[in-house]
Each structure stands twice: as C-alpha cells, then as structure tokens.
C-alpha cells in the first residue's frame, strides 16, 4: 500500500531561505507533540480524533542483557590511538623521526660529507688527511640524551657545525617536513573525530530466510582490507533469550586492495549483490541462495576517492558509485560506468565539502544525489539532467544553523518512496513525492553525528501489542561515540507520518566493562581501548515472530574499527511483566504510597517553591543521599532494588505525619503498589546480566589479553631525565656473591621443607632505614648550652640548675650523695647474688624438662630465624645465651605475670636445627644489616653450637651484661629445646600452656607465640640500656605485638615456625604489625631523646 | 537561498562554542553533535552542579530510565536560580521539554501534574509563553478535553508580546487551530441539526457565528505558504455548505498552484476531489491531473486520469495514457498491481483498434526502457513469484510479448526455481 499518500498532512509554515534558528538546548523535542491533525472518525458526532505528529508512546522494546556480546573473538591485537593526536606535537615526531630514521633523514650529505670528518679518538692518520676530529663533539652528543643546563654545557665547536651544516644535511628541508607532518597531525585528529569516508558502514546483514539466518558481510582484520563473509543465525532457545552464533565453518573471505570503507548490499529473489567501497576500489560481489559461495563479479579502480557505492534494489547488478570529484556514475557489472550526474560544487550552497552520495529512488531511472548541503532527485533518463531538489539545509526543512547532511538513505522494502536523511541534529523521513518538506523529523540527540543506519520495517505482530501497526525503527549509529539510537515512527501510507515515542539510546560496547567483573588495571587498560575503538558500521538482523510476539526480536550489530562485532538483542515488551521475585520486604504496617520518595518528588514540587511537607520530603531525600546511592549501586551490582521500599529512618522521622495517611492508603496501597510497580518495573528495564553473556565476555576478555601480551610492543624508551653519575659497584661487599648463593640455596631448600610439610614459608620484612643519628645533648658542654638543654625541661628543671651552678644547693647535695651511695652499696651486694643464682637455677631446670621431651618430639630440621629486623638493630639477637641482665628487672616490677627472669631470651631466634638428630645449634648473626642474615644451618653435625656475633654489635650490651656471658652457657643449655620450655613455662598464655602438654608440632606453635613477648621485651631493655629509656613504656608497646603473635601461631594449624628460615615473619600481617610497631617504638624512643 | 556568507558565519560560531578546549586544532569542517553545555572556564560550583544533573537526566531519559531521570528532574530547576539572565529563558525551555516529556512516561503522572508544568513554565517566562500554550492546547486535544483546550486558544490568542518570526507563526497556529475547534462545533451541531426536522432558526444562526469565527481565521492562514490540509478541508467544507463555491474554488486553486506554496500533492488532489464533486468537465479533471502527473507520476489517481484520457477518444490521448501507465509500472509499489497492468492492457487493445502501426508507437514509448524493463518485470523470477496470482500472469505474459518483444528472458513459472540469473540486462540463452 505504498502507493497511498496521506489524506492530510500535518500543517505547517513553508519558508524558504537559509536557516537561522540556532540550537542552544540539548533536549531536542521531547516534551512536544509536534503538530496535530483531526479526523472525524466515523461521521457521527463528537467523534473526533486528534492525531499528533510526535505520539508519545511507541513500542517498548528491551534489552535482554545490560552489555553488547561480542559475536567473534577477537582476532587480532588492533592498537590505534584513541586520542586524537596534538598538531603541535610535530616537533617530538620529528625528532623522532631524526632518531629512529636517521639514515633516511641525513643518508645522503653524511655519505659525502662523511670522509671530512673522523669520529673516532687516535685514528686521524688511518682517515683522511684534512679530516676533522669530532670525538669531542661526539662526547658531547652523547651526553645530550640526559637533562642538562643548555646555557652552561655548550659545544662550541658543535654550534659552528651546525651553523655552517645545520640546513644542508636534511634530505628533507625541515621546514616542508614540519608544516607537512603538522598538516598531516592535524588531519588525522580530525579524521579521528570524524571520517566521511566511513559513511555508510562496512557491515551488512543478508538473510537467506526470515528466520534470522544469513551472512554478516564485514571486514574481519586489522587493516580492515579482508572481506568477509561470515554465516550467522539468530537462534531461539525455549525458555531463554535468543543468540546470535556464528558458525565457524561457513566464512570467505577476500582480500582487497585497501581498507573497506562501506558495503552496500541488495537482494532481489534470493539473489544477493554486494558492492563494496574501498578508497580507490570498488567491487561487486554476488551469491544466490543460502550458503552459497560469493563470487567476485567485477572490480574497477577508481581515479578518485570514491564516497559512495550503493547497489540497485530495482536492477541486480546496478550500482551507483559517487567520487569526491562531484561525479556519480551508474555501473552497470559487466557493462561499464556511466555517468549520470556530475557537479563542480555544492548543491544549495557552498559547504566547502568534496563529499558526494547517492541512492536510489523509487523509480529505477530516477536516483538522488546527495552532498553536505542536501539532497536532490535526478533523473537520470534525460541528457541534461533534470533535477528536484528533495531536501536542503534550509528553513524548509527547518534546520539549524550549521547544520548539514551527513547520511542519506532510501528507505527500500520500509517504504517505497521514502528516505531517510540524518544531520548531525536530527533526522528526517522525506517522501518523494512531497520533496522539500520533511514529513517527519526528530531529534536525535546523539552527540557526534549518526554515519550508519539501519532501518527496519515494522512487523504486524510487534504492532499489535501497541494497537495498530507496528512501527518501523530505525537504528543511528555514530562513528567516534559508539552511540546507537533506536527511533520508531509509523504511518507514511494513507496516514500522515508520525514519529513514536523518544528516542532510545542502545549499549555501546564501550560501556559494557562496567557491568562486566572488575579487570585488573593493565587489563582493564587494554580491554577498554580496545572496546571504545571507533564503530565502523551498523546493522540489524529482524526475526519477525512466526508464532508471535514472544519470537520475535531484534539484533543490533556493531563493527568497531578493531574488527570487532557487537551485538545485543531487543526484545519487544512483554504485556504481562514478570516481575523477579525479589519482592519488596511486605510491609504492611508502613504506607507505600507515601514513601515512593521520587515520583511524588518531583509531581508535587516540580518547579517552584515547597510546601512544607515537601520541603521535608527534600530534606530527608537530602539525608537519604546516601542511600539513593547505595541502591544504585545496588542496582549496579545486580541486585533489584524496588524503589518504593519505605526507608525506615524517614519513618521515625515522618511518624506524625504519615499516621494520617496510612489507613486510607494501606488499603489501596498495595494495589496500586503492585500495578505501579510494574509500571516501573517496565520503565526502569534493570535486565541482569546472565550466566552466558558473563562467560563470553570472560572468554572474549582472556583472548584479548592473550592477543596483546604476543604483540606487546615496546614504546620508545623514555630518555633517562637528568644525568647520573654509575654507582652501581661502589658499595658492594665482596663477599656479595656467595652469601647470595648460600642464601638462595638455604632458602630453597627451606622452600622445600615447607613444601613437604605443606607450611607456609616466611619472608622477610622490608628493610628499615637507619635512622640519622640522634642529638646528643651530652656532648655540649659549655654552660649555655647546657642551660639551654636544661630549660627544655621546664622551669623547675632550670631553676634547679641555676641553683646548682650558683652554689645554693650544695649542702642538700652532699647529703643526697651520701644517702644514695649507701643505698646502692647495699643493693649491689644483695641483687648480683640472687639474680645470678636464680637464673642459673631456672635454665638448668628448663633444660632438664626439655630433655625429657626430646624423643617425643619429633624434632625436624629447620631454622629459626633472628629476629633481626625487629627494632632494626641487625644485632639483637644474643643467640641462645640466656640474658638475665639486671636491666630486665624494671620490666619485671611493670609486667608481673611475664616472668621476667626468664633466661630464655629465646628470642635469639636465629637458632637452628639440623635435621639430624643431634643438638646441633648454629646461631648465626650476619654483620650486614639485613634481616635474613641470621638463617644459618650449621653444616656440622656436632654438638657444637657456633654462635656468631658480628663482633661490632654496638647495642649487645645485653649480652655483654649476663652474668653467663660466655658461650658455655648458651652450649649447655642445648638450643631450642630449652627455648620451648623455658617459654612454655614463662608464658602464661593458654595457648602455650595447652601447648606444653602436648608434645610435638604444638610446642613448637607455643614456642612460637610465646616467643614473641620476650624477644620483644628484651629487645627493648637492650635498648633500654644504652640508658636512655624508661622500660615501662617499651614493654608496654611490646605488649599488643605479643598477642598478634600468639594469635596468629595459634590460626596457623600446622605451624612449623621453626622452619622459618627468614624472620619468622611470613603470616605477613603479623610480621609487619611487628615491625611497624618496632619502628613505631624506635620512632617513639627517638622523640624525647631529640627533645632533650 | 544561498545565503553562503551566514552560513559561514553561523559555522564559525557553532565551532567556537563547541570546542573551545582544543587549542590549536584545525576545526573541523562540520559542526559536530548537540551542544551539550560544556565545562567552562567560568564556571562555578553551582553551574556545575546543574551541568552534571543535566546530563544524568539527559542519560536516564535517552535509556528510558523515567523514574531516574525523575528523581533528578525534582533537583534541577535550581537552575533557575542562576542569575545569569541571558540563560534562563533557555533553562525554561530545558526545564518544561525534559519535565513534560518524564511525566509522559511515569506511570504516576496525572493531568493535573501536567496542567501545572504548563501553566508554570508558560508564566515562567514570556519568551515561550505561545509555544508552551500550543503544547498544553494539544495535550488537552489529545486527551480528549475539548472545551478546556479551546478556553487555552482563547486566553493565548489576545497575547501581543514578541514580534519575532516564531511568535507570529505560533500566533497564526493558535488562531487555525481555534478555528478548527470552532469548525468540530460547526460540524456537530449541523450534525444535529440535520436529525432535527423541524429548521431551527437558532441553530443556524450558531452555526453560522461558528463559521464566521473560523473562516477569518482560516482565510488568514491559508494566504501563508504552509501546509494546510486540514484548514483546507475544513475551510472548503464549509464554504460548500454555505454555497460559496467561487471562494472554495478559489482557495483550493491558490492552495494548488500558488507557487510560493511547496508542491503538495494534496492540494491537487483536494482540486480534483472538489472538481469531481462539483461535476466539472472530463477536461478541467484532466488537467488537474496533468499537473499532478508532473508532480507525482505515481499517484493513485493516474488510474482515473488514464481512464479519463481512455474516454476522450483522441489518438494523442491514449497514447498519453500509454505513457502514463508504462510510468506507473515503472515504480516498485505498482509493479505488481493488476489493475495497473489490466489498464495498460487495456490501453494497447485501443491502440490496437484506433492505429495502424500501434506497435512502432508502444516500441517508441518502450525505448527508453528496453534495457531495464525486462529485468525490472520479466524474469523467471518474477514469474515464480507472479505464479501465485495466474491472472497477473497472464496479463503480463501477453505484454511481454508486445513490450519487449526481442527480449529472450524467460517469463515462466517454471524457470523460477532455476538458478540462472541475467546481470542487468546481460543477455543469456
């Protein structure tokens, strides 16, 4: 029924002329109906219909998964900048160009000019004769590549050189080559933004059947020069949303001379056409049937860019080609080119534009030929061509300033007399038999101008669910933004053209990562320049429902200049909404009306001013903020969010005045509730991504990085920024090498144990800077200074000096003295005697009970590690040598329950055991600062036990002050064992007790956690007796670390804490709470001590 | 029209605004995309703010996410607050486009919510205060609130502010379209009038206050070039009515063929309807249609106008309507037609009867199309696909024969299923 034209069209004003209305808003025409028509109905009375031009509601369709599935994996690595590249940048591309090229850029003057000048020190007499020596300018290049003063470093003889040679060595002036390459820049930025060439889109669809069967015809590679075609279907699962598959099997493909800029295809009698346009290229390709091969039927090159190539929807084998020269030419394959129209300039005016389309028209003879400015109709039967003009950037057409065509399509099997005509503002259905007004227009709202189209016919079923018939859609696509645009509109027949409903905007690929799983960001990185390439082209595959609504669908496709092909499925609106069962919590007792915050938001307060209840509703919707985002990002993360849930916090506050309302509305409440939520369920679409959508992407993704990581390739190394002197060398120790041998080895073979005893191996912690050396107040000893030292103590403190340098004090002081002396003299005698004893006693009580466990205990091989990095202080670790120091005894007095006495520093971590069954001890203290140091396994199996000390241990005073200071003592109290029980013994812990009781792995864990305490105690009081601190607070610091410790061997089920060939350390958490607590310590100790 | 120096003009202007950031690029040629408002250098937080509140409106409602782009929408009139004056009227018009168009969508909108964005937004503003009217007009229309729609015309048709283009056009709107409403009152109470048996002197006299209230407006819009199809019907129906055919004839020739007027295949056809139902002669009907021909070789009335030309008998008029056929059969939506190929079947029978060397004359009209004709109507594919329809088939067979007689495509039903397949016109076999 194509042949009707409308009994009425809408009215409108024709106006002539340029167009001047300036678009300053971007909410195109939503919100107006546009124009209206009347129609009386059935004659009787007050029976009249009023028809708008724009109709608000169209066809819902909807997505069936919130991302665009990607058809074909991704075949190759595609990296193209998807930054426009900066014009001005042509100096860094040049300089480039010097460095990577260089022999292309000074190949032919260095040839000649080469033998004048010797670049080598020493070798003159071997050259030339006159050669000039230019190592020094040599050296001075050399040096160019780092940062440097340019006024101070100066070659002089370099600046001569370059005067004299400076223009005569470039093969290619580097004035052209700069203006050429900026030109150049400047156009690919621009083509990067838009390319006309692309017009059209290199991708189509062609089915054999109506069953969503057919073949993609794209360019499948990176140079987008190989043709492909590829077979696709459409298929229908029960129960689950339709696929697009592709089979593997059925593709060809072709390769051509130049990238494929658009295919353009028609199909007559399941014969298909299919011409393509490359730059200079264009060729014809044909297949009959399903499936069967395509043939290449002619080809012909082009003298000029060609712009457009449409294939005859009439005649098979027709096609129009049009070239930026302004001529457009019928090829007829097999016949020749002949040409039917030729213009020098723009059609209407002058945009400045070689750009040329064509199409054809509803008549075979009759094509339109199209530039920037507008369209018009040619026939192309009579010799000087008689031309109307079918659509101009005009006021006819109601254009804007600025605006200008950027696709023109005929609209074919939709509408025999229609076509389609975009802009970059909006896009308008024209009907030949009307030219020059626009029948229809919308805005499109897309925000780079649409360069691919698709249109397609509506199907009576789709219709019906609106009421009437269905609506044709027609799909924008836009090159640099990814955007889609779904229009509808319906009518063109007997009834006047009416747009439907607003413009719905399609998933872009480059979005689709955020619904995808989180990417680790150099994945990420990747993924998403390869998903926001430019599109490429556009096409849709319909399944009009055979059995109904329910089967049919439609699928969008998307090219990206990467080779890649996008595609998501619409599905028409189902009537009844399956709501998921999600349902909102039932809340009978609370209003639900009330409480659907937004929508009476907006209805009550739309513009100005609030009433009082609204401004409430705005205040809490203010302090719900919060919870507005939480639920969309809920509603990001897949979850259904029901909008109308009350939030219980604005029911406390809304308490009196929702007793008002609430018995009316609880009753209608949950009606209206479940209808309005439909509604909303409708209008909101939130579509969950599924199960399969989920692995494609996952698979997709995983090939992609597989494919990058081949082709990784490296970009031009960075200039090292500022000139450095080589160090490397300068500090190392000699011995380097095989400590790191050793050290390796010992940490394989640890590696090893911990892997047969299926344990975690421990690493060490970071290195701790030293810290600078501390202001020791002691060594100013002129009075000022120390006066000065003293009044930061406050004002007792420098009064109490000034009375001591005056003199007023000293009989007070002489009998303070007195006093003190006594009283020490009595307390050396009695504390040496009973701390020495008493420590002697309690290693020797330990050591025994050790050895009645030794056979049970199962002892395996392995090396306990120094402590070492705790504090930073390398040295620590008195090795096994039980310290009861006389500084511990403060400690003691503070912490009761700790057993201060405990002889068993056993901290000395750095014990280890072979695994032989002997006693062997090796302690091991590395001179070096580093933690690792003290792992060590003594090589010998003998009862020794070797304990080094780095002999310049400057804070090992602790060891220097036990009583039992010689080795004998840590030998005789045989390693570890007494640790364990010395441990198990002091701590009270638990954990450590229950450990006691039970031989074997759990001891060691016991030993473990208990161990921590006092190597950190003891840690401190060493530190304590370099006599700057109060022990109280050191111990008190340790005391949290201890319980990390504990916790943490009690988690550990199999804890071989033993094997810990580094600092035992690894369960990093507790490590490093340990160490930053050391340092915490440290950092503490240091303050008062800078404070003095 | 070719006004290129303000195009130019207007170009440079759209680039500046739109990419003020790109320093030193060469713009491009085409202004690209809607001008989204952009970050600017001057921009305060405030700004900011509504800039970012516009563009989550502008994304919800672009997905048809309408609850969304409400419970933005409730925040952005803030805009209005900006005191930048030269911008409000825009933000106005931003405010009612995007409002309007959520309340369409959200399931809970009900009139009263859109008598208040209308009647709001109209007085927000006096720059759109007509274009708003029109739309709350239409709105009531479409919902079926007649009186109060023709209460919006009245109240808006004594509005004198503006004088711009745009506000006298929608000042003329407002006036065609009351007459229009005064024109459903017209009809109706001639409907009831016509029940009525006695002749009521004061419905008559109501009807013809409603006339004389509509026909000023609607002569006043249809002197402007424009299209007016339904002022014209109606205008034209009831001048008929009153008997004042002159003027009736006299709009619908100035609708047809004034020239400033676009080339409205309508306003023909309403000539001819008007002309036929006025019992005008076979000729004046002709040339109507001859001039519809020009415009739209495809109408469905050249079936009457070959039919007419059939009647008259002369020789140059059935050669006429030789090529007024063989011009329909040219378009895709009448290929398939049997009327169409029954009337060019029934053309050469005459011709037959009334010429001698009729076929020259058929090879002469066909000469521009032998090379194209037999692929457009006569291949064996076209045969398989006609076979459904035998009567089709055989009038088109039996032309063949006399159209494209050196053709050597085959038209039958049964090579439809073969594969062989002619390159335009390439001849096979």
């Known amino acids: 029924m194509d042949y009707k034209f409308p009994d009425q069209l809408f009215p409108s004003f024709y106006e002539r002329g340029p167009p001047d209305k300036v678009l300053n808003h971007c909410a195109g025409n939503w919100g107006s109906y546009d124009k209206l028509t009347i129609q009386d109905d059935s004659g009787s009375r007050s029976n009249w219909t009023f028809t708008s031009r724009h109709q608000v509601k169209g066809e819902t369709w909807r997505h069936t998964e919130p991302v665009p599935l990607p058809l074909l994996s991704p075949l190759n690595e595609f990296l193209w900048p998807t930054k426009p590249p900066n014009p001005l940048d042509f100096m860094d591309h040049m300089q480039n160009f010097f460095l990577d090229h260089r022999h292309d850029a000074f190949g032919c003057m260095s040839q000649i000019l080469g033998e004048n000048f010797n670049f080598t020190q020493g070798t003159k007499e071997k050259r030339h004769k006159d050669s000039i020596s230019m190592w020094r300018v040599t050296r001075y290049l050399d040096g160019l590549s780092f940062k440097k003063c340019r006024l101070r470093d100066r070659s002089v003889p370099l600046n001569r050189y370059s005067a004299l040679l400076g223009d005569v060595v470039h093969a290619i002036p580097p004035q052209l080559l700069g203006s050429l390459l900026y030109e150049e820049l400047a156009e690919q930025g621009e083509r990067l933004l838009f390319s006309e060439a692309a017009t059209g889109g290199a991708l189509e669809f062609i089915p054999f059947s109506h069953n969503g069967d057919g073949y993609l015809v794209y360019p499948g590679n990176q140079g987008l020069n190989r043709l492909k075609f590829h077979r696709v279907e459409l298929q229908r699962h029960r129960g689950s949303h339709s696929v697009l598959r592709s089979s593997s099997s059925d593709s060809f493909s072709f390769h051509l001379n130049g990238p494929i800029r658009q295919i353009s295809s028609a199909s007559l009698f399941n014969n298909s056409c299919v011409a393509v346009r490359s730059d200079y290229l264009c060729g014809v390709w044909r297949f009959s049937g399903g499936g069967e091969q395509p043939r290449l039927l002619q080809a012909v090159n082009t003298t000029e860019v060609a712009t457009c190539v449409t294939a005859s929807p009439h005649v098979l084998g027709e096609v129009l080609v049009a070239s930026e020269s302004g001529v457009v030419n019928l090829w007829t394959v097999g016949r020749g080119m002949q040409k039917v129209r030729g213009e020098d300039g723009n059609l209407y005016f002058n945009a400045e534009s070689p750009w040329r389309w064509c199409d054809f028209s509803a008549h075979p003879r009759v094509m339109v030929y199209a530039d920037r400015t507008g369209a018009e109709l040619t026939d192309i039967r009579v010799s000087p061509v008689s031309a109307r003009s079918l659509f101009s950037i005009s006021r006819s057409s109601d254009c804007h300033r600025g605006e200008r065509l950027v696709l023109s399509r005929y609209l074919r099997d939709v509408h025999s007399f229609h076509h389609l005509v975009t802009t970059q503002f909006s896009s308008y259905i024209v009907d030949e038999r009307f030219p020059g007004v626009p029948v229809l227009k919308w805005d499109h709202m897309m925000e780079s101008p649409p360069l691919f189209c698709h249109v397609l016919p509506g199907s009576a079923s789709s219709g019906s669910v609106v009421g009437g018939a269905g609506t044709t859609k027609v799909v924008l696509g836009s090159q640099r933004s990814q955007e889609l645009v779904l229009l509808q509109y319906s009518g063109g027949g007997a009834t006047a053209c009416s747009s439907r409903g607003p413009p719905l905007a399609l998933l872009r690929p480059s979005t689709s990562l955020k619904h995808l799983p989180v990417q680790i960001p150099h994945r990420l990185d990747v993924a998403t320049h390869r998903l926001s390439s430019s599109a490429a082209g556009l096409t849709c595959v319909q399944r009009t429902g055979g059995e109904g609504v329910e089967d049919e669908c439609i699928c969008v496709l998307q090219l990206t200049e990467a080779g890649d092909v996008f595609y998501q499925i619409l599905e028409p609106q189902q009537q009844q909404i399956h709501i998921p069962d999600v349902e909102p919590q039932p809340m009978p007792s609370k209003p639900v009306a009330s409480s659907s915050p937004s929508s009476q938001l907006f209805t009550e307060n739309d513009v100005i001013g609030t009433t009082q209840k609204e401004r409430q509703t705005f205040a809490d919707s203010d302090e719900s903020e919060d919870g507005g985002q939480r639920r969309r990002r809920l509603k990001q993360l897949k979850l259904q969010v029901v909008v109308n849930q009350p939030d219980e916090d604005e029911d406390d506050d809304d308490d009196d005045d929702e007793d008002d309302d609430p018995g009316t509305q609880e009753k209608d409440g949950e009606q209206s509730d479940s209808t309005e939520k439909e509604a909303l369920c409708s209008s909101m679409s939130v579509v969950n991504i599924s199960e399969d959508a989920l692995v494609t992407w996952k698979r997709w993704l995983q090939k992609l990085m597989k494919k990058s990581r081949k082709k990784k390739k490296k970009p031009r190394p960075p200039g090292s920024q500022l000139f450095t002197a080589d160090t490397e060398g300068f500090l190392r120790l000699r011995r380097k090498e095989t400590r790191e041998d050793k050290h390796v080895r010992s940490l394989r073979r640890d590696l090893r144990t911990c892997m047969s005893k299926r344990s975690l191996l421990a690493f060490s912690a970071p290195t701790l800077q030293p810290l600078p050396q501390a202001v020791d107040t002691d060594t100013w000893t002129d009075p000022l200074s120390r006066r000065l030292t003293i009044s930061w103590q406050g004002e007792a403190a420098w009064r109490a000096w000034w009375e001591e340098e005056l003199g007023l004090n000293r009989a007070e002081k002489e009998m303070a003295l007195r006093r003190k002396r006594t009283r020490e003299k009595e307390r050396k005698r009695a504390a040496g005697r009973l701390e020495l004893s008493g420590s002697f006693t309690s290693s020797t009580t330990y050591q025994a009970e050790l050895d009645s466990f030794s056979d049970s205990a199962g002892w395996t091989s392995g090396s306990q590690c120094a402590w070492s990095d705790t504090d930073g202080l390398e040295d620590t670790v008195g090795g096994i040598t039980p310290v009861p120091t006389t500084t511990v005894s403060p400690l003691k007095t503070v912490e009761g329950e700790y057993e201060p006495q405990t002889p068993s520093r056993s901290h000395d971590v750095s014990v280890s055991q072979t695994p032989s069954r002997s006693h062997d001890v090796s302690v091991s203290q590395t001179p070096n600062r580093s933690r690792d140091v003290s792992v060590s396994q003594t090589p010998s199996r003998s009862h020794d036990v070797s304990v080094w000390q780095t002999p310049n241990r400057s804070r090992n005073v602790s060891v220097s002050q036990t009583p039992s200071r010689s080795r004998d003592v840590s030998v005789s109290q045989t390693p570890n064992r007494s640790c364990d029980v010395s441990v198990s013994q002091m701590n009270d812990t638990p954990a450590a007790r229950r450990a006691s009781v039970r031989p074997a792995e759990g001891d060691h864990t016991s030993v473990l956690a208990s161990q921590v305490k006092p190597l950190l105690s003891h840690h401190n009081v060493v530190e304590d007796n370099s006599g700057v601190r109060s022990p109280q607070s050191v111990s008190q610091q340790s005391v949290p670390q201890r319980d990390v410790r504990v916790n943490l061997s009690l988690d550990s089920a199999v804890w071989s804490g033993f094997f810990q060939s580094r600092p035992l350390s690894q369960s990093s958490r507790g490590h490093v709470g340990l160490s930053q607590s050391s340092q915490s310590s440290q950092a503490k100790k240091k303050k008062p001590r800078m404070g003095f | ?429």
């Open chain 2, 1 to 429: 029209m070719d006004d290129i120096d303000r195009e130019l003009e207007c170009l440079q202007d759209s680039d500046d605004d739109s990419d003020i950031s790109a320093k030193g690029r060469k713009k491009p040629r085409l202004s690209l995309g809607n001008p989204m408002p952009g970050e600017t250098s001057r921009e305060t937080g405030f700004h900011q703010s509504t800039r970012v509140c516009l563009e989550h409106i502008r994304e919800a409602m672009l997905h048809h996410r309408w609850q969304e782009a409400a419970e933005y929408m409730a925040f952005y009139p803030q805009v209005l607050e900006d005191l930048d004056e030269g911008s409000t009227p825009k933000y106005k018009e931003i405010i009612w486009r995007l409002s309007t168009e959520i309340l369409h969508h959200h399931p809970n909108s009900t009139l009263e919510d859109y008598n208040n964005i209308y009647e709001r937004m109209k007085h927000a503003g006096v720059k759109h205060y007509l274009m708003i009217s029109l739309e709350h007009a239409f709105h009531l229309l479409l919902h079926g609130h007649i009186e109060d729609a023709k209460l919006q015309f009245s109240a808006c048709g004594s509005w004198r502010y503006g004088n711009n283009v745009a506000h006298y056009q929608a000042t003329k709107l407002i006036q065609a379209y009351r007459s229009l409403l005064d024109y459903v009152t017209w009809c109706d109470k001639k409907h009831t009038h016509s029940y009525t048996v006695d002749q009521d002197d004061s419905v008559s006299r109501e009807m013809s206050k409603y006339f004389r209230h509509a026909s000023a407006n609607l002569k006043e819009i249809v002197k402007y070039p424009g299209v007016w199809d339904p002022f014209i019907l109606s205008y034209v129906e009831m001048l008929e009515f009153y008997e004042d055919y002159d003027t009736a004839l006299k709009v619908l020739n100035d609708y047809a063929y004034d020239n400033s007027f676009p080339p409205n295949p309508n306003a023909h056809v309403y000539l001819y309807q008007y002309l036929k139902r006025r019992d005008a002669s076979k000729k004046r009907l002709a040339k109507v249609l001859k001039i519809l021909r020009a415009l739209v070789p495809s109408h469905e009335l050249m079936l009457e106008y070959s039919s007419l030309l059939l009647q008259s008998e002369k020789i140059t008029d059935v050669h006429k309507a030789l090529g007024i056929v063989l011009d329909m059969l040219d378009f895709a939506c009448w290929r398939n037609n049997l009327d169409v190929w029954k009337r060019l079947k029934a053309v050469i029978q005459q011709l037959q009867c009334t010429e001698e060397n009729w076929k020259t004359l058929v090879l002469d009209t066909m000469s521009g199309r032998k090379d194209w004709w037999p692929v457009l109507h006569f291949t064996s594919f076209h045969a398989s696909k006609d076979s459904v329809n035998p009567e089709l088939m055989e009038v088109k067979a039996s032309l063949k024969r006399v159209l494209c007689p050196d053709t050597l495509l085959k038209y039958t039903a049964e090579g439809g299923t073969s594969t062989e397949w002619t390159l335009g016109g390439k001849r096979k076999h």
